[in-house]
């Protein structure tokens, strides 16, 4: 496996391949992570994955200091699975003119609500650094997690209005047999907060189940952020979305999506689950 530290190493490592799979990540890999490596070497031979900690998708007061960062035990698991490269730029190669004059992306309508409105700018930062890898590596797929639901579909979005020529493919969360959701974050929950963090999947399976039979969406947030609360969490959203753009639900909607965000203790984590609406015409 080849470990790519600089843009120019990428640029000459990818003009000898012809196809290539990209996976971006901020590193900590974890089990999701890796389902995310196995789905791409399913569909190409030669996956390249990114491990860039990407400053300008974190908030003023969010964790980038502290966020992990396992490049070593990441590199080990990546072998291991066959992947072909590690590209892992330097920041003076991701953003030459520094953050505060670096050219950025905008995907208007789905940016600034639910995990938008409480992080401002996230998800430019997420746009703008997807954007700059699909150029530097140039794949033809690129993986990305469900969990992130919100994430995924502004790819998506971004990826449609300036003609990227990528195929942007979601998979599947992975979770605990808890049901809570893989992710980095989970990482600083204690064994205590991590059980009680559960709840969020249980809520989200309960909401959905409910949703078969009655569309007050209103009625069914505050019953799933009374849930929430009861369970420890502090909820920060509960929202019941078209699964497509995630504006507020119908429903005449053909699939809806269930996005929750909540803190347990100073952890914000993020989970959602898809519905398709039986009595959609
Ligand atoms: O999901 C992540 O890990 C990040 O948001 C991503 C897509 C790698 C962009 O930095």
């Given at each position: 496996?080849?470990?790519?530290?600089?843009?120019?190493?990428?640029?000459?490592?990818?003009?000898?391949?012809s196809e290539v799979a990209l996976v971006p990540t901020m590193g900590n890999l974890h089990d999701g992570h890796l389902q995310l490596v196995k789905t791409a070497l399913e569909r190409c031979d030669n996956v390249v994955v990114s491990i860039f900690v990407n400053p300008m998708q974190f908030g003023a007061n969010e964790d980038l200091d502290s966020y992990p960062r396992t490049l070593e035990a990441d590199c080990r698991a990546l072998d291991a699975l066959g992947v072909a490269a590690v590209f892992t730029p330097q920041i003076s190669d991701v953003y030459p003119r520094g953050?505060?004059?670096?050219?950025?992306?905008?995907?208007?309508?789905?940016?600034?609500?639910?995990?938008?409105?409480?992080r401002p700018g996230h998800f430019t930062g997420v746009a703008t650094i997807v954007c700059k890898l699909f150029n530097m590596v140039q794949p033809q797929l690129a993986v990305f997690g469900e969990k992130d639901y919100?994430?995924?579909?502004?790819?998506?979005?971004?990826?449609?209005?300036?003609s990227l020529p990528v195929e942007v493919l979601g998979t599947p969360t992975q979770r605990e047999t808890s049901g809570l959701a893989m992710s980095s974050r989970n990482g600083y929950l204690s064994a205590e907060q991590k059980q009680q963090a559960s709840a969020l999947y249980r809520t989200l399976e309960k909401t959905k189940a409910e949703l078969r039979s009655n569309t007050d969406f209103k009625a069914l947030e505050k019953a799933a952020i009374n849930d929430l609360t009861e369970a420890g969490f502090a909820p920060d959203y509960f929202s019941i979305?078209?699964?497509?753009?995630?504006?507020?639900?119908?429903?005449?909607?053909?699939?809806?999506?269930?996005?929750?965000?909540a803190f347990m203790g100073e952890t914000r984590l993020i989970d959602n689950l898809r519905v398709t609406n039986n009595n959609a015409k």
């Amino acid at each position: 496996m080849r470990i790519l530290k600089s843009l120019a190493e990428l640029r000459n490592w990818r003009q000898q391949q012809s196809e290539v799979a990209l996976v971006p990540t901020m590193g900590n890999l974890h089990d999701g992570h890796l389902q995310l490596v196995k789905t791409a070497l399913e569909r190409c031979d030669n996956v390249v994955v990114s491990i860039f900690v990407n400053p300008m998708q974190f908030g003023a007061n969010e964790d980038l200091d502290s966020y992990p960062r396992t490049l070593e035990a990441d590199c080990r698991a990546l072998d291991a699975l066959g992947v072909a490269a590690v590209f892992t730029p330097q920041i003076s190669d991701v953003y030459p003119r520094g953050l505060d004059k670096q050219t950025r992306i905008e995907v208007p309508g789905i940016s600034d609500i639910l995990c938008g409105a409480s992080r401002p700018g996230h998800f430019t930062g997420v746009a703008t650094i997807v954007c700059k890898l699909f150029n530097m590596v140039q794949p033809q797929l690129a993986v990305f997690g469900e969990k992130d639901y919100q994430q995924l579909q502004v790819i998506r979005l971004m990826t449609q209005d300036l003609s990227l020529p990528v195929e942007v493919l979601g998979t599947p969360t992975q979770r605990e047999t808890s049901g809570l959701a893989m992710s980095s974050r989970n990482g600083y929950l204690s064994a205590e907060q991590k059980q009680q963090a559960s709840a969020l999947y249980r809520t989200l399976e309960k909401t959905k189940a409910e949703l078969r039979s009655n569309t007050d969406f209103k009625a069914l947030e505050k019953a799933a952020i009374n849930d929430l609360t009861e369970a420890g969490f502090a909820p920060d959203y509960f929202s019941i979305r078209n699964a497509k753009d995630l504006q507020e639900a119908t429903p005449e909607d053909s699939q809806w999506v269930l996005l929750a965000a909540a803190f347990m203790g100073e952890t914000r984590l993020i989970d959602n689950l898809r519905v398709t609406n039986n009595n959609a015409k």
